[in-house]
């Protein structure tokens, strides 16, 4: 379930990117914006795209380790810790 939402999420930002870039070069070939202005907007856009990854990816991590711990299970640490104390 958590990949079907992964890839569509970035299913979706691959749309929006190919719809932003369209729509982008459409303004470029009427004349109300330069190829250095469209650039310009991608490389923010895609920058504050990166951005938001990093808070959804920190975030989800977080979630992840939360429900870990509410549940009750064992993490990759506490059984390296657990051969230690048995040996």
Known sequence: MLKDVL???IGAATLFKEHVEAELKKL???GKLGASDAKSVL???EARGK???????TRLKTLL???????????KA??????KELK
């Open 7 to 9: 890839y569509t999420g």
């Open 28 to 30: 470029e070939e009427r």
């Open 43 to 45: 490389a923010s856009l």
């Open 51 to 57: 951005e938001e990854d990093e808070k959804i990816k």
């Open 65 to 75: 380790k939360e429900v870990i711990d509410e549940v009750g299970i064992a993490t």
């Open 78 to 83: 506490d059984l390296e810790a657990l051969k």
